[in-house]
């Protein structure tokens, strides 16, 4: 396999700064619900933005300032919370978000050429915060690398306990408005409250939620591929779906069942990651997949409320069932572990997690997040939306990923180990194959009633 191409170093004219807020901010600790507080949440979203015109530094690092005093928790601190040491709250300090400038000496073009998947080098764009735990970086950092070309690449790494992919994508076009339309007030105002989300007292857990298990040490029986995986090299794999090709998916299911395009799509990776690991015929297999839950709640979730506000759909099946069976099989399981997220079952749910030996079951899961359908893509400082969208790197969860410039074309990304990616690729794309057999035979899609 070829090895990725590096980036050259970055070049720091100065120390990063921290930019706090640009007037005085509530001084409070921030509670943070249940959803917030999982384990499986400690870590930062980080973002990689490529834009073809570099925007002031002075007036990027002003109007962060301007939009920290509406998004002021993210200018705090998590700390641990006085009564529960393994629940976090957020210090609302004002202490700020670590700001780099940086020189990168590449192009705009020459870095499209390597944007198809992130490798290890692409960490240089995103300043590491040396610190002795998670909770000692601050939830906001930011580099902006200035490029050869005038262009500029902007990375955010955004603490996923404050803020889930709606919660980030809404802070950041807040950032985006306060650069170019200063005078504006915000589009939507950020709900700062958790309480929403309260688990009752006492806890009612009136549901299974397969997507979670217990911890027991003492368990050394289970199959844990997640761990067997993350043990090898992994390597990143992209693979963009076109409108067409989306189409020929679902088409694998109509007329006996409607889906939508992240239903087929997602249960279409679930069985090639599946198949390509050649798993045990009899392994439980699991499907995670993000759920906003914003307006599935009685009463909904205010508007402009960006902390976590997702739960984890949980589809299961045999692995032989999940391979041999079409893809009938997998759409109908996403659709009932959709159709299950309602009011009771999420605070069932919710109520669930204050048991803290209770976590997220990843041990035969494929995670899909979902970032195609948020709006990241058309984010502008004042100088165009950008030529790229992506994270800064890959794992073995796996990203549905936007695609600039086609809003209906999916891209997905996710690491395999090395000597399965081929075979992962080929079962992701051994479909298009087969439509495009057919349509040389004489099939085509008016044929179905789909266009």
Known sequence: MLKSPELPDCCYPNQPILICPSCPTPKHSLYLSNLDDQKFLRFSIKYLYLFKKSVSLDCLKYSLSKVLVDYYPLAGRLRPSAEDDQKLKVDCNGDGAVFAEAFMDITAEEFLDLSKKPNRSWRKLLYRVEALSFLDVPPLVVQVTNLRCGGMILCTAINHCLCDGIGTSQFLHAWAQKTSRPNLDLAISPFHNRHVLKPRNPPQTNFSHPGYTRTNPKDNTHMDVVKLLQSQPLVPTSLIFTASHILHLKRQCVPSLKCTTFEALASHTWRSWV??????????????????????????????????????????????????????????????????????????????????????????????????????????????????????????????????????????????????????????????DKEDNAEANGYHEEDNGLI
Request: aromatic share 8%.
């Open 275 to 432: 198949r390509s690991l050649d798993l045990s015929p009899s392994l439980n297999v699991k499907l995670l997949f993000s759920v906003n839950i914003r307006k599935k709640l009685n009463p909904e979730i205010p508007l402009g409320f960006y902390g976590n506000g997702f739960v984890l759909g949980c589809a299961q099946t045999n692995a032989k069932d999940l391979v041999n069976a079409n893809l009938h099989h997998g759409v109908r399981l996403v659709q009932q572990a959709k159709s299950a997220l309602n009011d009771d079952y999420i605070r069932s749910m919710v109520d669930l997690l204050e048991d803290k030996t209770v976590k997220t079951d990843l041990s035969t899961s494929l995670v899909i997040s979902q970032w195609s359908k948020l709006g990241l893509e058309d984010l502008d400082f004042g100088e165009g939306q950008p030529l790229h969208m992506g994270p800064v790197t890959s794992d073995i969860y796996c990203l549905f990923l936007p695609v600039v410039g086609d809003s209906d074309a999916v891209r997905v990304l996710v690491s395999m180990p090395e000597g399965v990616v081929e075979k992962f690729e080929y079962y992701m794309k051994e479909f298009l």
